[in-house]
């Protein structure tokens, strides 16, 4: 249909007034982004956006992320007009218990959110790992005219995003990797909660992104859709990442609180939402009103929708018959099924009790095995790939000019890589890693979350994961990191004792797709037990297992332990039974699996009569007391390191054969 500048004027105001409305409603959420945005929301969606609503999960959409998720509603309203299985009741209950509309969009609760947002940068973040996804699927499966992965990343980009250090990061590892198809709206409303950008933000934007290699637009109002438009055909043609930055003004048409922070983060009250109304001659009744011929407008989407994905899809069935293997590698990869018998006879690392390997090595021997077998396995590391032993053999870097690389250089940037890992699991087609050292998980840790929080089969790789890094010192070594990342829900927290841990490890990240795993690996060499005379390894899988009883008869003290400790208390156990006491050795490498398990499980291992138990691990001890009960005891860290060589810091700090002993006398006798 011809699309009049009055009629388009009322489509606009559609999204303004359904998103505020959802805000009055709800008595409690964010008016002002989605007012100020609605003209940009509008041109995306109506003119350049590619999307089938009635599969919101077509491969080759383009995807759309809103950054500044506390704009949520003008997502939940383009989602509804546009046709999504969500429908306008679902609006009405916005942020209510058990409705698809919550306060912030959440990754698999509502269909078309592709990313969870809220938590400022990381939506932007998350964007880049998209874009590097695109880039590489392109790279390894478009042949000649046959282009079956080309699509955009779009993004709406707030004060806050740019305020934000993760932005900086993103945007220079996006920069740097000309990641081309990435265009970016910056919603330049110039307020934010305390008031005035003014205050603490006074940069030059539009420089500092040039300065990132970026494609930098700047268009005189963010109401003007003609400008908008021709701002995103530009972008499309360029071949750097766009920012197109448009002024705003934040709660647009509310007549006394627009362009103020008031209109950021609270309902106007309904004398200032029916007086905006009436000034373009809305009807303030009903509330969530739809002019009929709008809604047919904006459900254009629906055949448009299904016309691209049918033309793709018979664009794929052309490539398919050209090139047979690469369709049927990409249909499995898109899926997300593993290659058959990829975890046959991976490794088995031979017993090695005096020298021994770490756990970081056996982990890049295990990756490249996998790697060898999964071609979508990828990732990389913060600038510490030979430490973190992340590096595919065989495969470039990642580069603009080496799209098809498996291995990425994220930089000295740990936030900025775990949001593009997040972003590169979300778009489908890859399994990815980061990795950093564990200490540095906390500058990682938002991201981490959001994996836990939106279920994404992110893998992170954290290395050097105690006082066993040893002469870095206590800068470097972590000791609340492990309770603390175990506190996460959803998260697989795994620190395997040994090289056959950690290939049960690995196996259980890739057979989870729907969680992320972290791994705690050691820096320095452990022990490779003997699985002829201890437990299997892949008693991992249940969280803690018996790794070995010592002594004939039932065990008059556990010893259990994680990690690196394992080695030591297994040898502790050794001279315990050598002075006639029966003893089990528990291995503990992943609490969540443990609690996973059923109480029978828990109690063959845990025996419940044995009150005599004594945990070790270096990290602080809180959580232990569960397995140790009212009589046991924990031997942990209580400060946070210190700098010597690691075997003096496990003397000095009590993680010896002779202290556990003491400690084991003292609960014997
Ligand atoms: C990491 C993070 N810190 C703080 C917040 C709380 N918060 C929500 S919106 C916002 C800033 C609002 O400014 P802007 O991003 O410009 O959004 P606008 O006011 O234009 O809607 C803040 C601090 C958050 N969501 N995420």
Known sequence: MTVTKEFQEKAINTIRFLSVDGVQEANSGHPGLPMGTAAIAYTLFTRHLKHNPTNPKWVDRDRFILSGGHGSMLLYSLLHLTGYDLPLKELKKFRQWGSLTPGHPEYGLTPGVETTTGPLGQGFATGVGMAIAEAHLAAIFNQGEHKIVDHYTYCIVTDGDLMEGLSSEAASIAGHMKLGKMIYF???????????????????????????????????????????????????????PSLIICPTIIGYG?????????????????????????????????????????????????????????????????????????????????????????????????????????????????????????????????????????????????????PEGRNFHFGVREFGMVAAVNGMNLHGGLISYGASFMVFSDYARSGIRTSALSHIPSIWIFTHDSIGLGEDGPTHQPVEHLPSLRAMPNLYVFRPADANETVEAWKFALRNRTNPSFFALSRQNLPTFDRETC???????????????????????????????????????????????????????????????????????????????????AAIPMGWERYTGNKGKIIGMHSFGASAPYKKLYEEFGFTVENILAKAAELLD
């Open 186 to 240: 910056y919603d330049d409303n110039r307020i934010s909660i305390d008031g005035s950008t003014d205050i603490a933000f006074t940069e030059d934007r539009a420089k500092r992104f040039e300065a990132y290699g970026w494609h930098v637009l700047q268009i005189e109002d963010g109401n003007d859709v003609e400008a908008i438009d021709a701002a995103i055909q530009k972008a499309q043609k360029d071949e750097r």
């Open 535 to 617: 437990g299997a390894a892949d008693g991992v899988a249940h969280g803690a297992y018996t790794l070995k009883d010592f002594g004939e008869s039932t065990p008059e003290i556990i010893l259990m332990s994680s990690g690196s400790e394992v080695s030591i208390a297994f040898e502790a156990a050794e001279k315990l039974a050598e002075q006639g006491h029966s003893v089990r050795v528990v291995s503990f490498p992943c609490w969540k699996l443990f609690e996973e398990q059923n109480q029978a499980y828990k109690d063959s291992v845990l025996l419940p009569n044995v009150e005599n138990r004594i945990a070790i691990e």
């Open 254 to 402: 509310l007549p006394t609180l627009a362009g103020t922070s008031k209109a950021h983060g609270a309902p106007p009250g309904v004398a200032e939402l029916d007086a905006a109304k009436e000034a373009v001659g809305w009807p303030v009744e009903p509330r969530f009103y739809i002019p009929e011929d709008t809604l047919s407008f904006f459900r254009e989407a629906v055949a448009n929708g299904v016309k691209s994905e049918s033309e793709w899809t018979n664009g794929f069935a052309a490539y398919a018959k050209d090139y047979p293997e690469l369709s049927a590698e990409f249909t499995r990869r898109m899926a997300g099924t593993l290659p058959a018998g990829w975890d046959e006879n991976l490794i088995d690392f031979p017993t090695d009790m005096s020298k021994g390997i770490a756990t970081r090595n056996a982990s890049g021997l295990v990756l490249n095995a996998l790697a060898a077998r999964i071609p979508e396995l990828l990732g990389g590391s913060a600038d510490l790939a030979p430490s973190n032993k992340t590096w595919i053999d065989g495969s470039p870097a990642f580069q603009a000019d080496s």
